[in-house]
């Protein structure tokens, strides 16, 4: 395994090779902790059609280039305020054709752990109950997302979680993105909170390495 990124955000700045998509109002880098914190903006989503009939490609996303059976794997500090807050790793080729993995805050039940697949503009939720006993508005969990096979044709994904950065691991999900042959991947961390603002994420590492 090669390492291409390690971002602890214990710098001034982000790591050059890292860039936003919609960026959030409010994002810090805070030294002291090493970790990136992020506040989303009201009403942002990452969503394509199917069931819900609407279309949002309004979250935020760090981003960087996603080299061929790259692994993304990342930790997250959640401190959840309204149904729906979430904060994940994303797999990106266009606005049609990405995944994200992430738990979404449910403020009367379990969260959930889940995976959105989303394949020629149309989206699918993959889901299970978030296995933990915290309070259910103070979550942590680490996320890690392999690709396989990333080429022309798309790329096979294979989605896992975990509580630790060590594992145990268990797997998510199993799904192909159907990128066009043209499309280049980026991967990264993202957040949303499609209600309203009051949530925020602490990251405290995102590697990217490939095989």
Same mark, same amino acid.
């Given at each position: 395994?090669? $390492? ?6 214990? %710098?001034?700045?982000?790591?050059? %090779?890292?860039? &936003? $998509?919609?960026?959030?109002?409010? +994002? %810090? ?17 990452? &969503?394509?059609? *199917? ?26 500090? /959640? ?18 054709? +990405? ?18 697949? *989303? ?5 699918? &939720? ?15 969990? /680490? ?25 145990? &691991?268990?797997? $998510? ?13 980026? /991967?990264?961390?993202?957040? /949303? ?13 995102? *590697?990217?390495?490939?095989?």
């Amino acid at each position: 395994m090669k $390492l291409l990124l390690n971002e602890t955000f214990d %710098r001034d700045a982000l790591d050059p %090779r890292l860039t &936003w $998509l919609h960026p959030p109002s409010k +994002w %810090r880098l805070d030294r002291g902790r090493s970790r990136l914190v992020i506040e989303p903006d009201a009403q942002t989503d990452f &969503w394509q059609r *199917t069931h819900y009939g609407f279309r949002r490609d309004t979250g935020h996303f760090l981003y960087c280039p996603a080299p061929h059976n790259a692994v993304i794997t990342a930790k997250f500090h /959640c401190f959840a305020a309204h149904q729906y807050d979430q904060a994940g790793l994303m797999v990106r080729f266009s606005q049609d054709c +990405w995944l994200k993995a992430s738990v979404e805050f449910e403020p009367d039940t379990a969260s959930q752990l889940g995976a959105v697949v *989303t394949n020629h503009g149309y989206s699918d &939720w993959s889901l299970q109950d978030f296995p933990s006993a915290a309070a259910r508005d103070n979550l942590s969990y /680490c996320l890690r997302v392999r690709l396989q096979g990333h080429g022309a044709g798309g790329c096979d994904v294979l989605v896992e979680h975990a509580v630790a950065e060590d594992g145990p &691991w268990s797997l $998510l999900r199993v799904a192909h993105l159907h990128a066009p042959a043209d499309a280049a991947a980026t /991967c990264g961390i993202y957040a /949303c909170s499609p209600q309203a603002a009051g949530y925020r994420v602490d990251v405290e590492f995102l *590697t990217v390495a490939f095989e």
